[in-house]
């Protein structure tokens, strides 16, 4: 049942990316880069290192629609061991010659250690939020990323019964046009 709501969920987000998409885009780029920050579900905030990748369209000259991925993993030298929080995102931005900046609604899915208020243990789980994310080019190609996600986690955990989680990460990115 699990694996049938995830892939009609992903089916969803897909084909809703492709609606929002515009045919008549000016160009698109492509970037990745690796991130290093802090990912806070529950009491106690944990390293959080990892990918992140991301594809955007130039709607008109400033504006554009991205989407993005962002891997964070939680390394085991932490206690409760390794962990990972996939967050995937949807978003509009205003873009520059040597930066952009964009923001918007976001899914998660995550499966790491936490602490809520009187228990610790492993969570799992999908959460909605939102994400933002600056990219400034300071040569050519290579720049600088920092991205900020909100996400609601909980639920029905008796770990976290309903938490706000927060990943702030930053690191190198590198980008690829195409016109």
Partial sequence: MRTTYRRILSVAIFVLVLGVVPPQAEASELSAGVSFGWIQAGTAPRLAIGPHAGISWHIKKDILFKVHDLCSVVPPIQIGGAGVYNHTSVAVGYAWKDGDFSAGPS???YFMPACGDTLCGRVAGTAVGGHA??????????GVSAIATVD????????????????????????????
Wanted: proline content about 7%; aromatic content about 8%; glycine content about 12%.
């Fill in 107 to 109: 899914l998660a899915i």
């Fill in 133 to 142: 994310q600056a990219n400034a080019y300071i040569a050519g190609p290579l």
């Fill in 152 to 179: 609601w986690v909980g639920g029905s955990s008796l770990v976290l019964p309903g938490h706000v989680s927060a990943v702030v990460v930053a690191g190198p990115v590198l980008r690829w046009l195409a016109k």
